[in-house]
């Protein structure tokens, strides 16, 4: 019986994983496949990052009627862009050290730029203000109160 050697055992490894990495780099382009590494770093570093961010985002479109991918991606408008604004708000609030870069990516490869203005436009909301507690407050509450007993359930 022969031994195993195991610097050839990592070479082979390490070649395979090179040629898995270049499948998926041909397959999905280089942009699509480092956002997925990025999206990976991100759940490294956030417990439950990408369950409690689909969590945020499926009630969101629940309560407002828009569909994920209109919330995702880029050029709508109305009720697309509040239910936009309040999962990224409702995100920052539960995952305050993601930086605006990480979370723009996400939501169809914002700038950080975009995710800046949109935390800077929450600070400036009033919660006396009746048009910010209809337009943003009453259902950012549901989805933020939700989100809470979301991560309870799933932490245990």
């Known amino acids: 019986m022969l031994a195993s050697n195991p610097e050839s055992d990592k070479d082979k490894d390490a ?3 090179v040629r898995a990495l ?6 999905h382009g280089v942009r699509k496949f480092t956002d997925k590494v990025k999206e990976i770093d991100i759940s490294d570093r956030h417990q439950n990052y990408v369950e409690v961010r689909d969590f945020i985002i499926s009630e969101v479109c629940n309560i ?4 994920k991918d209109q919330v995702i991606g880029k050029g709508q408008r109305g009720v697309v862009t509040t239910a936009r604004k309040i999962a990224v708000v409702t995100i920052k609030t539960h995952f305050t050290d993601i930086s605006d870069e990480e979370l723009g990516r ?3 490869g914002r700038a950080r730029q975009v995710i800046y203005k949109i935390m800077k436009e929450y600070e400036g909301m009033d919660r006396g203000n009746r ?3 209809i337009n943003f407050f009453d259902c950012f509450d549901i989805v933020n109160s939700k989100t809470e007993e979301f991560k309870k359930t799933i932490l245990k």
């Not at 270049?22 to 397959?27: N, P, V």
């Not at 407002?64 to 569909?67: A, Q, T």
Request: glycine share 10%; no cysteine; charged share 35%.
């Open 15 to 17: 070649i395979e994983l």
């Open 22 to 27: 270049t499948r998926g780099i041909s397959k």
């Open 64 to 67: 407002l009627g828009v569909e």
């Open 106 to 108: 996400f939501f169809d």
């Open 131 to 133: 048009l910010d507690k």
